[in-house]
RNA sequence: GCCACCUUAGCUCAGUCGGUAGAGCACUCCCAUGGUAAGGGAGAGGUCGUCGGUUCAAAUCCGACAGGUGGCUCCA
């Protein structure tokens, strides 16, 4: 047995004692269903009263206090009827003892002390030798009985378990410090970006320092968009109902469309660009010399997400998507992809990923279903084949994943995992052989003859707000020097360097750095820690001596260098160039 | 949307038993005129999320609403 199932094992066992406690505790409670998790385990049950936080140090204390009892777990096999009996009234176990008399399975009890519960099995061979310093209940919080929200809502106990307090300790301490990175801790700390509740839920609103931060972003995309041939297109964020009604997108995204009734027509805020871009694809004949047709745009879409699941910047009703559609023929797929997976590299490569196996590739592909997918057979081979060669000529390993395609397309989807080891799905290429088709978009081939073009669509960073989100939490608020909101401040050591600091500023913006000074009357000290505070990636500190030689004191963190004030413009000119 | 919890100054938070509100940081002013991780002093800042109820009296108790946080098929 590996390691992990003996982990997984110890944790479904103290779900079980978790849920004796909770039996024990607060009688009428029915218990669902109690699995390990990857870092420990939960038990659902619909309790006679709510519980709290401060109710989970004397649920422990119970659990603890019930485990020396139990030696082992024993299993008893038993008839549908007698279980029928035993949760008699149990709604539950009833559902679940249903349906595995329909599965045909064996119906299994497994006693401990003096609890019993209907189970599958998978458990230590007895309590000693779970680690009692290795465990913990984390939190409380409200579960759907088989996440239906149709179904009641149940209160589930979470608990994490490792097979030592060291690992318990350090686990926590991940989860601490995911916490003090948390983009909405760091965002309000760093003054980015803000929600106001006038304005609404998921809405959130960019403050200069963040503004200037998706101007980064959104300046080093473009650097690419033009290396890459794109043009720039852009399009109103309301469309007519009819639009979305001949996209498909209408009966696909129902309610989460944001409708807007005008005097004489229905409008829709748009929630994708994909079908306006058609239409400026349509807006002049193309021939196969025009392609392929790439448009660009950065532009916020409107999402009418479910309330409690809105996040942070990480899921938002205003999103803004650094979008890309590709109109070409089936013969220049294999470039195109080709040009926006080194797109892609390149982009990420500049953040300092695609180091080691921090990036993960699946090429999703139809599978052996192919009723749900449209378009012929031909053209999804090729198309497969296409995308599954373009990775490989760039040496990216990637893996298949069958019937997990579009119904229009194949689809390449980059992975990363961040600084402190989440998977993030950031990146894509999808092809479309569907909405030219439905737009009935055409193009002049060599043969005089009209053809349909096929679409891909691609992002690099997906919606901006979540990779801004994402990337305060990789960086932890401390941007690489091309990224950061503000580069550079200015810190005259007294008042007489003040006109000095003036024009060093002056120099330095006129170069296109993110600039500031701080000419507060406070000792250059305090003002060095607030710079600090804030992550400035440089401090360009003047006095007398620099002025006299028109020269700086260039500082990164504990580091310093008397340098011209000419070389310190350069330097920072190349740092800002970071895809030469 | 649903369940639990939370909401006090711009930020982070204290506020005992129901008796009309406090700190640090930030801010403003004064002093200090400085060479590297927070110099000294003073001041200003609050209908205690909103609305309603209980009470002689509500930040505190109760209810509704708003906003936020943790979750919402890892399966008996």
Known sequence: MRSDDRLQRRRHSLAHLLGAALVDMYPGTKLAIGPATD?????????????????????????????????????????????????????????????????????????????????????????????????????????????????????????????????????????????????????????????????????????????????????????????????????????????????GHWDKFGDELFSVQGRHDSFVLKPMNCPHHTQVYASSPKSYHDLPVRYAEQTTVYRDEQKGELLGLTRVLSLTQDDGHIFCTPDQIEDEVASTISFIETWYRALGFFKGDDCTILLSTRGGDREKYLGDDATWQHAEQVLADALRKKGLSFSEEPGEAAFYGPKIDFHFKDSIGRTWQLATIQLDFVMPERFSLTYVDTDGKKKTPVMIHRAVTGSIERFLGIMIEHFAGVFPFFLAPLQVRVLPINPDAHAYAHEVLATLRSHGIRADADLAHEPIGKRVAKAYAEHLPYRVVVGSKEAERRSVTLEHGESKEVISLADCCERFARENDVFS
Not at 50 to 75: C, G, N, Y
Not at 84 to 113: C, H, M, V, W
Not at 143 to 159: F, H, I, P, Q, S
């Open 39 to 247: 870092d420990g385990f939960y038990y659902d049950a619909l309790l006679p009263s709510p519980l709290s936080v401060d109710d989970l140090p004397v649920i422990e204390q119970k659990m603890r206090d019930i485990a020396p009892a139990w030696t082992l777990f024993d299993r008893r096999v038993i008839s549908v009827n007698e279980a029928r009996d035993l949760f008699a009234n149990n709604p539950y176990k009833l559902e679940l003892i249903d349906q595995i008399e329909k599965e045909g399975s064996d119906l299994s009890l497994y006693t401990s002390g003096d609890f019993t519960d209907l189970c599958g099995g998978g458990h230590a061979d007895s309590l000693q030798e779970v680690c009692m310093d290795g465990f913990t209940l984390r939190s409380v919080a409200g579960a759907y009985w088989r996440g239906d929200e149709k179904n009641d809502m149940l209160t589930r106990v979470y608990g994490l378990a490792f097979d030592s307090r060291e690992d318990l300790e350090s686990h926590v301490q991940m989860l601490e410090e995911a916490k003090k990175r948390d983009h909405r801790t760091l965002g309000k700390k760093l003054g980015l970006f803000s929600f106001s509740p006038l304005v609404g839920p998921g809405l959130p609103l960019f403050t200069p320092r963040g503004t200037a931060l998706r101007h980064a972003i959104e300046q080093a995309l473009s650097v690419l968009l033009d290396r890459h041939g794109y043009e720039r297109i852009w399009i109103p964020h309301l469309a007519k109902q009819d639009l979305y009604e001949q996209s």
